[in-house]
């Protein structure tokens, strides 16, 4: 992996970008996936951009793209673009700004490449497994590094706006969490850990799928975070069910190991089984 190709990710992210801030302006056209799940017009445009681009940069490469048809034939890669054109549907529905455009690369089953953007903020944060990680904004570029807060209950959680799990005040009971932060899309979440301005993001439920996790945790093991389901298992990617149905769990890794610890009863206690997860 190379920092020239994730400069190459980070440009073509940047020009979705431009696309999303073209649909901002403009009214909503709104479908519905499922009772809970919008797309709108932006969605389907930075999608088919992403894709075209990367297929053209990347002509030997598989994509797995939230919203184009699932063939299967990226199963016979061992190199996969992970692409959420739009994480954070809702939030740009509300133009409250917390959505972002992902573009993760996974090579032979594990996160190596990601990129996550937001445009409204025109903040990119971006990395390399084993090279570093980046937060390119108005004051340029920095490197990043995750806190060393080593004690759970001094963690600070970063949680969702849009998809907050009845579990997940167990949780905080559990591991003594107090202090709490809102925000939409995984990657911004991820972000946050990777700037120092949170510690610990946990999503003890169902939903994500690989296109939400694989530039999110590119980015925070690159940073020095750690990203793993909710019995502390690695995620894997190009599964031919892209649903990661342990669980999500992203920290700072200092304490990592205990944090699964102290989920496990809570967990346990709910039913919920460590094989089939949710």
Not at 136 to 161: F, K, N, Y
Not at 243 to 265: F, T
Request: aromatic fraction near 6%; charge should be negative.
């Amino acid at each position: 992996m190379t920092i020239s190709t994730l400069r190459h990710i980070e440009a073509i992210v940047r020009e979705a970008g431009a696309i999303v801030r073209v649909h901002h302006d403009r009214p909503d056209q709104i479908d519905w996936k499922g009772a809970n799940d919008p797309v709108t017009a932006a969605d389907q445009a930075v999608n088919d951009f992403l894709v075209a681009a990367l297929r053209e940069a990347f002509p030997d490469d598989a994509i797995l793209a939230e919203e184009s048809r699932d063939d299967r034939s990226r199963l016979n890669h061992a190199r996969v673009w992970c692409v959420d054109p739009l994480d954070g549907t809702k939030e740009f529905i509300a133009r409250n700004g917390e959505f972002s455009i992902m573009v993760g690369l996974a090579v032979e089953g594990r996160a190596r490449l990601g990129v996550v953007y937001q445009p409204v903020a025109d903040m990119m944060y971006s990395g390399v497994v084993g090279e570093g990680a980046w937060l390119t904004d108005g004051e340029g570029r920095r490197s990043l590094r995750v806190s060393d807060v080593a004690e759970p209950a001094s963690m600070r959680l970063v949680v969702s706006r849009s998809h907050r799990n009845p579990l997940l005040d167990q949780i905080k009971a559990a591991l003594g969490l107090t202090r709490e932060r809102i925000s939409g899309s995984v990657g911004l979440k991820c972000g946050l850990i990777a700037r120092r301005e949170a510690d610990l993001y946990l999503h003890p439920a169902p939903g994500i799928k690989e296109w939400d996790s694989c530039a999110p945790e590119a980015i925070l093991r690159a940073a020095g975070g750690q990203m793993t389901d909710c019995w502390g298992r690695a995620l894997r990617y190009n599964k031919e069910d892209v649903v990661q149905h342990g669980g999500l769990v992203a920290s700072n890794g200092r304490c990592h190991p205990l944090i699964i610890d102290l989920m496990a009863p809570v967990l346990s206690h709910a039913g919920i089984d460590p094989v089939a997860g949710w």
